[in-house]
């Protein structure tokens, strides 16, 4: 009686040998790019110990990559990504990427021509995985990306939703943080403007300010939407003085909002710090081209991009990230602080209570 021919081992039993998934162990067979030497020296011990031949055709179906990925962007002006918050996060991207072969291509999709120009990117397979940036409210990118057959990294939480791979800021703690920083100062009159309320980032530092505004028994209520931008933010605070002549605070929730608010000030005759001290968000470059310089939440904004792309590499790669939430701190000056005081860094252990 013959003896039956011996049964080939399987990729997937390469896979759970190497504790690898089977995707990261078939691009480190096919020494496809994109996987780190800890993966690839497992799957090729798991390789020899099981005598594993690959099969030719499926080694060529699993080596046709695109060989790009792309950061796509809930608007519809180019000018965007010369706005400092943007071009950090671009840099951040391809910081990262400079680690491998992929190459980046950006895409602006708040249009549905620009909707649809995505979406024909990704489903002819051009790229191999996709980084969403700045989604308002219920944006058509996250339906479109639910229905994708390709790795998705947010940055940035979208509103009302929990992607499973995102890498944010603590937007809440921050802005929690300035406002405390403002009561300790013996700031009551404290306002807030807003950002865009479709964004989460927005809703989080109002969250954050109302939070700390409520341990101190103050009132929450002096609150004005604006857009992040500089005009937005002077006519935000133009619209809060109108109201609330008496405020002795304002936290904007970004640097170019604090910059309009501080034209507004001066143009009212109120003395930034000794009237109204203000504090913003971001640490963009134009928190130390304002006067007096402004005190600031700062986010780790190229961080944010390097995280971000780094995440969609391991989702690549075949294996599992987990999400990232990036610290925020607050640098205080003179916006806050009197004029020959020195610049200081505070984390939330820093700032005494009210």
């Known amino acids: ?95 990262e990427l400079e680690r491998t072969d992929l190459v980046l291509m950006l895409v602006l999709a708040a249009s549905e021509h620009g909707r649809t120009r995505l979406e024909r990117i990704l489903r002819s397979r051009r790229a191999d995985g996709l980084m969403l940036l700045s989604l308002h409210g219920d944006d058509p990118l996250h339906r479109l990306a639910g229905k994708l057959d390709l790795p998705v990294v947010y940055g940035g939480r979208p509103l009302d939703a929990e992607p499973q791979w995102y890498v944010d800021a603590d937007n809440r703690g921050g802005a929690r943080l300035a406002t405390e920083h403002l009561i300790a100062l013996g700031r009551r009159r404290i306002a807030t403007v807003t950002g865009l309320l479709d964004t989460d980032a927005a809703v989080q530092r109002r969250r954050g300010y109302r939070e700390a505004l409520a341990v101190a028994g103050l009132d929450t209520t002096r609150t004005v939407e604006a857009d992040f931008t500089e005009a937005g933010g002077y006519a935000a605070t133009r619209h809060l003085l109108d109201r609330h002549p008496d ?101 939330a252990t820093d700032v005494p209570q009210a």
């Open 247 to 347: 405020l002795d605070a304002v936290f904007a929730a970004s640097d170019n909002m604090a910059a309009g608010a501080l034209r507004a000030l001066h143009e009212s005759g109120r003395r930034v710090p000794e009237d109204v001290a203000v504090v913003g968000f971001d640490d963009a470059p134009v928190s130390r081209l304002t006067t007096p310089q402004l005190s600031t939440v700062q986010q780790p904004i190229r961080q944010l991009g390097r995280e971000m792309a780094r995440m969609l590499v391991t989702l690549i790669e075949g294996e599992e990230p987990t999400p990232l939430i990036l610290p925020t701190k607050l640098l205080v000056r003179g916006s806050s602080l009197p004029a020959h005081a020195p610049t200081r860094t505070l984390d």
């Open 1 to 95: 009686m013959s003896t039956p021919p011996k049964r080939r081992p399987t990729l997937d039993e390469v896979a759970q040998t190497a504790g690898v998934s089977r995707a990261a162990a078939s691009r480190a067979i096919n020494s496809s790019g994109n996987v780190s030497p800890a993966t690839r020296q497992a799957v090729e011990r798991a390789v020899r110990e099981l005598d594993y031949v690959p099969n030719r055709s499926a080694r060529a179906l699993a080596t046709q990559q695109a060989g790009a990925v792309v950061l796509a962007v809930s608007h519809h002006d180019p000018e965007l990504f010369a706005d400092p918050f943007f071009a950090q996060v671009i840099v951040g991207v391809s910081a």
